[in-house]
């Protein structure tokens, strides 16, 4: 690192278990973040501002005037735009030293594969069932670690799935991809704009920890009600008949 990055890191380099040796790591590091929303903006800005090395942004959506209220990375004038454009452009205001790749696509199957067996860590950032059991196949099949996330109304859940441990469990053995959950329309839900940034940038945290090696990990589910700011956390193992990550 330059005199500029140990300056701008150095609030990190200070703590014992960052250092400089962590920092290095996290600018070597590369994190996929899938869904560039509510949790995907705060979390993209807490990677980029804490030095991560490469952020690869995918979200087929435009900016529209409703998801200003808790979208942080955008403004009235990113209407119309497309979002990971909007958002590339205003990281690389925040750190210049960030390589964003921005993809304005839905992922599909083959896609996830291919950029989940590129990246060290994986944010799902997603507001739909349907992309986070994709996402968790492909972090399953590289043995990659998954950091989940979803908030709606004043509920707010996290978890970090750490597929290079085996006896982690996956995203599937919590939510079965044959299960009765019924999905939530994000899209005509309210979403408490706080909210997504506590969960965002949780996952931006457990992220870096993972990356940095620093503590424990979210290997329990998080759920948090925003309402009586309570929150709890609940110890998921690995279902053994989980069709995803079963040997
Ligand atoms: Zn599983």
């Known amino acids: 690192m330059n005199d500029q990055q140990l300056l701008r890191y150095s609030r990190h380099i200070l703590l014992p278990e960052i250092g400089i040796e962590g920092q290095e790591r996290l600018r070597a590091a590369s994190a996929l973040i899938v869904?560039?929303?509510?949790?995907?903006?705060p979390a993209a800005l807490y990677l980029a501002a804490s030095g991560f090395g490469k952020l690869t942004l995918a979200d087929p959506d435009k900016v529209d005037l409703t998801n200003l209220q808790r979208q942080i990375l955008y403004g009235t004038k990113s209407v119309g735009a497309p979002k990971v454009d909007e958002a590339r452009a205003a990281l690389a205001a925040f750190n210049p030293?960030?390589?964003?790749?921005?993809?304005?696509?839905?992922?599909?199957?083959?896609?996830l594969l291919d950029l989940v067996g590129k990246v060290d860590v994986v944010?799902?950032?997603?507001?739909?069932?349907?992309?986070?059991?994709?996402?968790?196949?492909a972090c399953v099949q590289h043995h990659k670690p998954l950091v989940s996330g979803a908030a709606i109304r004043f509920d707010a859940q996290l978890m970090v799935f750490d597929l290079r441990k085996p006896e982690a469990p996956c995203y599937g053995c919590l939510f079965p991809e044959d299960g009765e959950i019924e999905?939530?329309?994000?899209?005509?839900?309210?979403?408490?704009?706080?909210?997504?940034?506590?969960?965002?940038?949780?996952?931006?945290?457990e992220a870096i920890k993972l990356i940095a090696g620093i503590g424990e990990s979210?290997?329990?589910?998080?759920?948090?009600?925003?309402?009586?700011?309570?929150?709890?956390?609940?110890k998921m193992g690995k279902d053994p008949a989980c069709k995803v990550c079963r040997p």
């Open 183 to 205: 999905e939530v329309a994000c899209s005509t839900m309210g979403v408490f704009a706080p909210l997504t940034g506590v969960v965002g940038a949780m996952q931006a945290m």
């Open 218 to 234: 979210a290997a329990r589910l998080q759920v948090f009600d925003a309402k009586s700011a309570e929150w709890r956390s609940v």
């Open 97 to 111: 030293e960030v390589a964003v790749t921005a993809l304005q696509k839905k992922l599909d199957e083959k896609a």
């Open 35 to 41: 869904g560039a929303g509510g949790l995907g903006c």
């Open 123 to 137: 944010l799902d950032c997603s507001d739909n069932f349907a992309t986070r059991h994709a996402v968790n196949r």
